[in-house]
């Protein structure tokens, strides 16, 4: 089945510094590529939607010069998390569509010291 | 604004049970809707996935069933085993759209 692959699983970074979260399809090629928050025992938060080559749209509230997304090639798609800070301490998750469906990512857990 | 509403928010059964997990949606532009598991530290992965077109599909120990008038859709997990604690969402996606809309959630413990 569909895989992607999502780095690193763990980070720890110091405020101020920025973190990027890669996500790559690995055996198929994503038409759209999604950036979703998760806190702790709730639901996903959608951040951002990306297409091949075009901007990412933003969900309302999310600050695009903050979460930095690019989606370079139809397998590879990064999230930059710039000037963190602890309340930016979060599970990130990508999740990649092709024609089949969606597939997620195994998440990033960033933590902001 | 919540769009796909879940319930309940934990469940507890004992192992061979058989656990129901609801979801209801308002709005009638959602033609797919699938059910993710997510283990803790982890990303969801699909389970199963159904589209307004039939009433129930069953892969395993997973079944769906969906009442498009009512505008509900729910998992049923057969003989449940400790294994499948974890949480389990819903989701639906528009026609027109790209993007799903996530229920709640539901914490699902299966005691031995």
């Known amino acids: 089945g569909a895989v992607v692959s999502q780095h690193p699983s763990r980070v720890i970074c110091k405020s101020g510094t920025s973190v990027k979260i890669e996500c790559r399809s690995l055996d198929f090629q994503a038409t759209t590529m999604f950036w979703y928050r998760q806190f702790p025992k709730k639901s996903l938060m959608l951040m951002a939607t990306s297409n091949e080559g075009s901007k990412a749209t933003y969900e309302q509230g999310v600050e695009k010069d903050k979460f930095l997304i690019n989606h370079a090639s139809l397998t590879l798609s990064t999230l930059t998390v710039t000037s963190a800070h602890p309340e930016d301490s979060s599970f990130y998750i990508c999740?990649?569509?092709?024609?089949?469906?969606?597939?997620f990512g195994s998440g990033t857990r960033l933590t902001v010291v | 604004q919540q769009q796909v509403k879940q319930s309940p928010q934990s469940l507890i059964v004992q192992k061979g049970g058989i656990p129901i997990i609801n979801c209801a949606y308002e709005?009638?532009?959602?033609?797919?809707f699938p059910w993710y598991q997510q283990f803790p530290g982890k990303g969801p992965a699909l389970l199963i996935a159904?589209?307004?077109?039939?009433s129930e599909k069953k892969e395993g120990r997973f079944t769906i069933s969906f009442n498009k008038s009512a505008k509900q859709f729910s998992l049923h997990i057969m003989d449940s085993q400790p294994g499948d604690s974890a949480t389990y969402f819903c989701?639906?996606?528009?026609?027109?759209?790209?993007?799903?809309?996530f229920g709640e959630g539901t914490q699902l413990t299966v005691n031995p």
């Open positions: 159904i589209r307004p077109d039939v």
């Open positions: 989701a639906a996606r528009e026609t027109s759209g790209s993007r799903l809309t």
């Open positions: 999740s990649a569509r092709d024609l089949k469906g969606y597939t």
């Open positions: 709005n009638t532009a959602f033609d797919y």
